[in-house]
């Protein structure tokens, strides 16, 4: 599913102000996924490794913006800075680490002020 996040500095790519990113996982295929394990210095990808790996989790992000907009590179997307990188491997992490198939709402359309705080989610066993 095709998703959005917000930057805090816009970013130009082929001399345009880029101001939100569209992306999608679902897109991302063999090639993808090995070009952004090459880009993380690591070939050989596991789930223990690779939910620990911020790297990975950055080009995961930029392998699922390439997916649905093949007109921006690697090269482009790694002129992103500051929190913005952070919200890129933050998302890339909740893919790596997300075991449904649904998206969380809160990924959704999100910018970079609401990744930089942290939330707590109840547990399904809360009462809250």
Known sequence: MKE???LRKPLTIN??????L???????????????????????RNYNIAMYDYIFHKN?????VIAVNPEISWEDLDRITGFDIQSVANTGLFFITNTSEESDPE??????????????H?????DG
């Not at 359309?109 to 707590?120: F, G, I, L, P």
């Not at 109840?122 to 809360?126: D, G, K």
């Open 4 to 6: 959005t996040l917000k």
């Open 122 to 126: 109840p547990s399904e066993n809360s």
């Open 15 to 20: 001399g345009k102000k880029v101001k939100e």
């Open 60 to 64: 995961l992000f930029y392998a699922a």
């Open 107 to 120: 990924t959704s359309e999100r910018d970079t002020e609401s990744t930089a705080k942290h939330s707590t």
């Open 22 to 44: 569209t992306y999608d996982f679902e897109e991302i295929d063999g090639n993808l996924w090995d070009e952004a394990a090459q880009r993380s210095n690591k070939s050989d």
